[in-house]
């Protein structure tokens, strides 16, 4: 069975990591220099005062200092190769892959609450017949100014919360030229119907309560707390972004937003919306 991507026409960066062999070299980017490579415990006690470490025991450092070194030794061998994409040191460098994976990774979907009204059903993808035409041969909305810097989640499972963010990060950056940091702690707090704050949520949910509710308010409005808390009411001299579904209009800028299947062969068609506006995709 081939695998399903969801779908949110509206919304998603994708971001190509080409970059010159000259950033591979630069300690700034990397955070490391070809001289700490000869010398990684004293790297490792620079990386930890950085990076605010503190192990419970003497134990605890080793351990960590040798995940450091099995990472490190990966980021300076992915490095030598200058393909498309470079690696470098942060604050995760002394976890171990399995570990974050656990920790970090994977869709933690909502469950209906009870006497919750369902979601819909994905439709057929309406874009099947668009021609690709003349398509570059990427698009990276960073470049464009249309993506804010990276942000962390913590442990908190609000992974849904963080990708619906920043695709209206995106979407109003391209509409209005404005980059805008926007709350994730407000889906994780008031987006609760069907959504469900750090244990789990998804996108299409989040979209329709912004849609719903006026908006959302920026970060520094609404700072992001790595944990649950309670909802805030939208605060009259704050600024929102606000989005909207409607139907294509000669007259004025539209955003659309709907969720449907769509099988790995059609991903292809995609590829005009990326010119234009961001995509949102997740893997199930």
């Known amino acids: 069975m081939e695998p399903k991507l969801a779908v949110a026409v509206f919304v998603l960066f994708l971001a190509f990591a080409a970059c010159s062999a000259n950033h591979h070299r630069d300690p700034s980017v990397v955070g490391y220099s070809q001289e700490d490579l000869a010398l990684p415990s004293s790297l490792f006690r620079s990386w930890s005062v950085k990076h605010g470490k ?27 190769k200058n393909g498309s994409y470079w690696l470098g040191l942060n604050q995760f460098a002394d976890v171990a892959h399995e570990e974050f994976k656990a920790s970090y990774l994977g869709l933690k979907r909502a469950l209906p609450r009870a006497g919750a009204p369902q979601t819909r059903t994905p439709t057929a993808f309406r874009y099947a017949a668009a021609a690709a035409g003349s398509l570059p041969w990427s698009v990276d ?25 920043a695709a209206v990060e995106g979407i109003n950056q391209i509409v209005t030229g404005k980059l ?43 700072p992001y707390l790595m944990e649950e808390g309670y909802c805030k ?12 579904a409607c139907s294509v209009s000669s ?31 997740y893997w199930e």
């Open 180 to 222: 805008v940091s926007l709350s994730e702690q407000e889906l994780v707090d008031c987006d609760t119907t069907l959504d469900h704050g750090c244990e789990g949520g998804t996108m299409d949910l989040a979209f329709a309560y912004m849609m719903g509710s006026q908006g959302i308010h920026a970060e520094d409005d609404y």
């Open 251 to 281: 007259q004025s800028m539209w955003i659309e937003w709907d969720w449907m299947g769509l099988n790995s062969k059609q991903v292809k068609l995609l590829k005009n919306f990326f010119q234009s506006h961001p995509i949102h995709v």
């Open 54 to 80: 503190l192990y419970a025991s003497p134990t605890e450092k080793l351990e960590r200092y040798e995940i450091f070194k099995q990472n490190l030794m990966h980021i300076a061998e992915t490095n030598r």
């Open 141 to 165: 909305w960073r470049y464009k100014g249309a993506v804010t810097p990276v942000k962390n989640q913590g442990k908190c499972g609000s992974c849904w919360a963080f990708s619906s963010v």
């Open 233 to 244: 009411e939208k605060q009259p001299q704050a600024d929102v972004v606000t989005i909207r």
